[in-house]
């Protein structure tokens, strides 16, 4: 009890301290920003509908695009993950896949997307590359996680029988863990869809690309419909996501 | 009976065996035991008296710091090969079941061992060894859940569904581990029973542990007493006396 008062009085001084450091307390400048929102927001409404047709367009790619870099993410995390895992391959074994997996997920996609670009040049091959690399250490550390959790018991159960690595990934850890892999594979998706449609940025193709274009030509109307088109993109991703968890997860 | 087990008078044979999780805290203190070949063999005592302990040193899942064991002719001592491995039937304290996998698909992980081709792994296992798994189903009274999954079967299913896997296995040594601790009497004795006559029938050695004094008199060939790591008694079920079980619970 004591203890937890200590920790939350600590998270609280931490709070403020980094607050005041960013200027959270600096009234004038807060005040000032403030006006300065009202005159962005006045700007940015109504929503120029004109640009729907090639806004949509661009949304489709956004959607490809995280959608095949989840998917191509997704098939390497799960062998990865399993050569991951401390409960079935050596401590020595483990360290280099677990290397790969920590330094993919340290550069963010965005990074990933310029690296890409800079390979394969503008467009949306680039960040589909870059979204499946985070994706697989994102994924692959989730997933190495899930393994451990696998009940010991049924591992040895299967491996005193004399199955192999393989079979031990069919028969037990994939049943055991399925629910949990899809829904972290859901969420993976949703947040790539949120994360491509700022991978234009960095000229890799999508929605972002256009945002990109408004901002720096002070068209903020179209870049309200841009916003607009994403959130419902998002409220999509949310609905579906949990239609596909209801339907197709086991419920036990 | 495979060669193994057909070439040695011992199924399992332990000679002074120690072993601690810790330094010199020791859980066995110079255990020595033989299993003949076919024999249901029973090792009583209290909880914590290091049961557990017992039957995974014995099938090689632990390897002990002073002593020896042979098990189906092999010493434990330096990890016992693939080949033997497979020949030992282990029935863990929890069952060791796939939930979310039907009764019948338990059963066939039995058979994994030499069924290691790449067909296992898209689910699919040759004719005869689906027709042997329904036969241990059916041997064990619930041919009728095998497309059930695991975790809509009751405890005394789940328990025969264990036990089916490792007949598929056919090894000539069986070890379970307090494995009907969770049923009730008579359950537990009708699990027992079926057992007991599958290992006769198969010439089968059954190794487990147990505390129902009931159960052990009425099923144990032979039976082992045992408290804080030593052995009180070692005999038949005849030759265990009252004094004796209530100094081992004392």
Redesign the interface.
């Known amino acids: 009890m004591r203890r937890d008062l200590f920790v939350v009085s600590l998270l609280v001084l931490f709070l403020v301290l980094s607050l005041g450091q960013l200027g959270f307390f600096d009234l004038a400048r807060l005040s000032r920003g403030a006006s300065n929102l009202v005159l962005f927001s006045r700007e940015t409404v109504p929503p120029d509908l004109g640009i729907l047709p090639m806004a949509g367009q661009a949304l489709v790619e956004t959607v490809e695009m995280a959608m095949a870099g989840t998917i191509l993410g997704f098939f390497f995390s799960l062998p990865l993950g399993f050569l991951g895992t401390r409960s079935f391959f050596p401590a020595t074994f483990v360290v280099l896949p677990r290397l790969i997996i920590a330094a993919t997920r340290t550069i963010p996609s965005l990074l990933w997307a310029i690296l890409f670009v800079i390979i394969v040049g503008l467009g949306p091959l680039a960040g589909t590359l870059g979204l499946a690399v985070y994706t697989v250490g994102y994924l692959a550390k989730l997933y190495y996680e899930f393994f451990e959790g696998v009940d010991p018991e049924v591992v040895e159960a299967v491996m005193g029988v004399g199955a192999s690595k393989l079979q031990l990934a069919r028969f037990v850890v994939w049943p055991e863990t399925a629910n949990s892999i899809l829904s972290q594979l859901m969420f993976m998706l949703e947040y790539n869809i949120r994360a491509s449609s700022i991978l234009g940025l960095v000229g890799a193709g999508g929605i972002g690309f256009y945002m990109q274009v408004y901002i720096q030509t002070l068209e903020y109307q179209r870049l309200t419909t841009l916003l607009l088109l994403i959130l419902v993109l998002v409220i999509f991703m949310d609905y579906f996501s949990a239609w596909v968890r209801n339907h197709y997860l086991l419920v036990r | 009976m495979t060669k193994a087990a057909g070439a040695h008078p011992w199924v399992v044979q332990a000679e002074g065996v120690w072993f601690a999780y810790r330094e010199e805290n020791w859980v066995l203190r110079g255990i020595s035991l033989e299993v003949p070949p076919g024999a249901f063999f029973t090792v009583m005592g209290p909880s914590g008296a290091g049961k557990t302990t017992l039957l995974k040193v014995l099938a090689g899942?632990l390897r002990p710091q002073r002593g020896r064991v042979e098990l189906l002719g092999f010493p434990t001592d330096k990890g016992i090969p693939?080949?033997v491995?497979?020949q030992?039937?282990?029935?863990?304290?929890?069952?060791?079941?796939?939930?979310?996998?039907t009764a019948l698909?338990n059963v066939l992980?039995?058979?994994?061992?030499?069924q290691?081709g790449p067909g296992?792994?898209m689910g699919l296992f040759p004719k005869e060894e689906v027709e042997r798994a329904q036969e241990c189903l059916s041997l064990l009274g619930i041919a009728h859940k095998a497309g059930e999954r695991v975790?809509r079967l009751s405890g005394g299913e789940r328990q025969r569904v264990?036990i089916a896997?490792t007949l598929l296995?056919n090894p000539p040594i069986i070890f379970a581990d307090e494995f009907v601790s969770d049923l009730d009497f008579l359950r537990a004795a009708e699990i027992i029973t079926a057992m007991r006559d599958i290992a006769h029938q198969k010439g089968i050695s059954f190794v487990f542990n147990m505390h129902e004094l009931p159960l052990v008199q009425e099923f144990g060939d032979y039976i082992l007493l045992f408290k804080d790591g030593n052995i009180l008694h070692q005999g038949t079920a005849k030759e265990l006396t009252w004094p004796l079980v209530q100094e081992a619970l004392r």
């Not at chain 2, 030992?88 to 996998?101: A, E, F, M, N, W």
């Not at chain 2, 992980?109 to 030499?114: K, Q």
């Open positions: 899942l693939a080949e491995r497979r030992v039937g282990y029935i863990p304290q929890q069952l060791g079941l796939v939930r979310s996998l698909e992980m039995g058979c994994l061992g030499r290691r296992t792994l975790y264990a896997r296995q």
